[in-house]
């Protein structure tokens, strides 16, 4: 059984940084893409980040690029996502996701499984 374990959300000023977590078990970690996404109250999930499964590829959503970075650790089976100048704007839950694909894919059908998601609130 494959299981997403999400960590590392919280509350944070405005400017500020989060590290978001994901620990993968259940599947051979490396052989495929991981994603984040995100949902704010009221809206449609929407992607913000992905890497290939050997980390060579990242692909992010222009919204975050500069200030998000998605990274992964093979050998951990984990991915992380290091969030700096975070805005109010990036309120939300964020989920990470095991992808069907060694290769990026930044929709949600391009996933099989998913975490339980953790809040990140930004204050302004």
């Known amino acids: 059984q494959v299981q997403l374990v999400e960590s590392g959300g919280g509350l944070v000023q405005a400017g500020g940084s989060l590290r978001l977590s994901c620990a993968a078990s259940?599947?051979?970690?490396?052989?495929?893409?991981m994603g984040w996404f995100r949902q704010a109250p009221g809206k449609e999930r929407e992607f913000v980040a992905a890497i290939s499964s050997s980390g060579g590829s990242t692909y992010y959503v222009d919204s975050v690029k500069g200030r998000f970075t998605i990274s992964r650790d093979n050998a951990k089976n984990t991915v992380y996502l290091q969030m700096n100048s975070l805005k109010p704007e990036d309120t939300a839950v964020y989920y990470c996701?095991?992808?069907?694909?060694?290769?990026?894919?930044?929709?949600?059908?391009?996933?099989?499984?998913w975490g339980q998601g953790t809040q990140v609130t930004v204050s302004s």
């Open positions: 996701a095991s992808g069907s694909y060694s290769r990026v894919v930044v929709t949600t059908r391009g996933y099989d499984y």
């Open positions: 259940g599947r051979t970690f490396s052989n495929y893409a």
